[in-house]
């Protein structure tokens, strides 16, 4: 399966905005249910949000609800994170992920996804 590529990770102020982008050449979208997870040093990955590849239909975690918004490009086949408001807590690698046919039920365990980029850093600092 060709890889995931993420990109967009920067330094960024608090309350300051970034937008993560996941290419996903050789997983339609159609098929595929893409989401984010996090990791931050010496804690253990995080869930961030998920898109659907039935109806577009989006989940995320109560820690970034309102302040991110995940959205795809089928055409283009790409996802996107948009990260507004971004707090000191939000720093991390953030990893896209795939999986066929979901999940949806129990996405935001890690265990539930089977193909995973290489990740990309976002630091939160003044």
């Known amino acids: 399966q060709s890889p995931l590529v993420e990109s967009g990770g920067d330094l960024v102020q608090p309350g300051g905005s970034l937008m993560l982008s996941c290419a996903t050449s050789?997983?339609?979208?159609?098929?595929?249910?893409i989401g984010w997870f996090r990791q931050a040093p010496g804690k253990e990955r995080e869930a961030v949000s998920c898109?659907?590849?039935?109806?577009?239909?989006?989940y995320y975690a109560h820690s970034v609800q309102g302040r991110f918004t995940i959205s795809k490009d089928n055409a283009k086949n790409m996802v996107y994170l948009q990260m507004n408001d971004l707090k000191i807590e939000d720093t991390a690698v953030y990893y896209c992920v795939a999986q066929y046919l979901g999940p949806l039920r129990g996405w935001d365990k890690p265990s539930e996804w089977q193909y995973w980029g290489q990740g990309t850093q976002v630091t939160v600092s003044s």
């Open positions: 050789g997983y339609n979208l159609d098929y595929y249910t």
């Open positions: 898109i659907s590849n039935l109806d577009d239909s989006t």
